[in-house]
């Protein structure tokens, strides 16, 4: 099974401010890695497919990066709505594991 | 609009059996690859199931043997029997659309299931 891990856990940040948040694989998925935001009480909603490509519909401030077993989600601008839970998943193979989460907070 | 709207959660006792429903709009579950996730409360998110349009089933190893997933394509609604609940059971369960390799793009509101004497 493949197993993720991202990082930072949680952050503190203002908004405008630029975050990045990092998910590592622990084997190589090329570029079947996903990113969601969860705000609090609610369900996901899916942000960055395959790496790089956004969903439609999510603003530009949202971007993602890498292949294999590294990859970042970055916000840049960060929003009062961005204040949530971050996850990384891959759909590589079953499966399809989370990273734990990575909670941005306002500083 | 393309909505999924989970149904059938509640409280049941240890080694119960629930089942819960996912009725889809504005898609075919059939024609697409059906996810469960789950996350207990104050945790993360956790894959448990997917059906693909084919039939063929996974499982997460922490329910396999004790959840099943199915679909009704005549009522366009995706399903998860649960037996032999645990008390590590206990989560808000979503069901997703997944799209291969492209990740969960529709999801439902979620429905609670607690499992507790």
């Known amino acids: 099974d493949i197993e993720m891990t991202q990082s930072p856990s949680s952050l503190s940040a203002s908004v405008g401010d630029r975050v990045t948040i990092t998910c590592r694989a622990s084997?190589?998925?090329?570029?079947?890695l996903n990113w969601y935001r969860q705000k609090a009480g609610e369900a996901p909603d899916l942000l960055i497919y395959?790496?790089?490509s956004l969903q439609n519909g999510v603003p530009s401030r949202f971007s993602g990066s890498g292949s294999g077993t590294d990859f970042t989600l970055t916000i840049s601008g960060l929003q009062v709505e961005d204040f949530a839970t971050y996850y990384c998943?891959?759909?590589?193979?079953?499966?399809?594991?989370f990273g734990q989460g990575t909670q941005v907070e306002i500083k | 609009e393309m909505q999924l709207v989970e149904s059938g959660g509640g409280l049941v006792q240890p080694g119960g059996s629930l089942k819960l429903s996912c009725a889809a709009s504005?898609?075919?579950?059939?024609?697409?690859?059906m996810n469960w996730a789950r996350q207990a409360p104050g945790k993360g998110l956790e894959w448990v199931s997917l059906?693909?349009?084919?039939?063929?089933?996974y499982y997460a190893d922490s329910v396999k043997g004790r959840f099943t997933i199915s679909r009704d394509n005549s009522k366009n609604t995706l399903y998860l029997q649960m037996d032999n609940l645990r008390p590590g059971d206990t989560a808000v369960y979503y069901c997703?659309?997944?799209?291969?390799?492209?990740?969960?793009?529709?999801w439902g509101q979620g429905t609670t299931v607690t499992v507790s004497s």
């Open positions: 997703a659309r997944g799209i291969p390799f492209y990740g969960m793009d529709v």
């Open positions: 504005d898609f075919s579950v059939s024609n697409n690859y």
């Open positions: 059906i693909y349009s084919g039939g063929s089933t």
């Open positions: 084997q190589t998925i090329n570029s079947h």
């Open positions: 395959a790496a790089s």
């Open positions: 998943q891959q759909s590589s193979s079953v499966p399809f594991s």
